[in-house]
């Protein structure tokens, strides 16, 4: 128990740093105008107190679906055919997995997906009005 609740910890922890350098990268490859309205997405679901499972009631757990988010957030990320980070975020994602259940799990793996497709869709319509 106790190291799990360590390893859950750690996760936690390098959730703001995984946003700071996936934003770093952004920058370098010159998408922000893409990866940046992902990550704010994240962020937001991050910092907000209450979610699937909220912090204010729940505690550490309340962060683990939070945690979970963002790091699905992140592997979509890296589905293309030009990986963007290019982390192995497997066995922390199967870890919180497990860890806050299939169901919530599955409820936050469509939440990445919508947020993938709402920003596909902010981009097509943008370079639509770019157009004209």
Known sequence: M???????LKIIESVPLFL?????????RQLTSVVTPLL????????QPVD???????GLAGLLDDSYLVLRILQN??????RFLDWDL???LEFL?????EKVAGK????SLDAMHEIAYDVDRLGDETAH
Not at 20 to 28: N, P, V
Not at 40 to 47: L, Q, S
Not at 97 to 101: E, I, K, S
């Open 2 to 8: 106790r190291d799990a609740t360590e390893l859950a």
């Open 20 to 28: 700071a350098r996936a934003g770093q990268e952004a920058e370098e």
């Open 40 to 47: 704010n997405h994240a962020e937001g679901y991050f910092v």
């Open 52 to 58: 699937l499972i909220p912090e204010m009631t729940q």
């Open 77 to 82: 990320l890296d589905r293309g055919p030009d």
């Open 90 to 92: 497997g066995h922390p």
């Open 97 to 101: 997995r497990r860890l806050v259940g």
């Open 108 to 111: 936050l793996d469509a939440l």
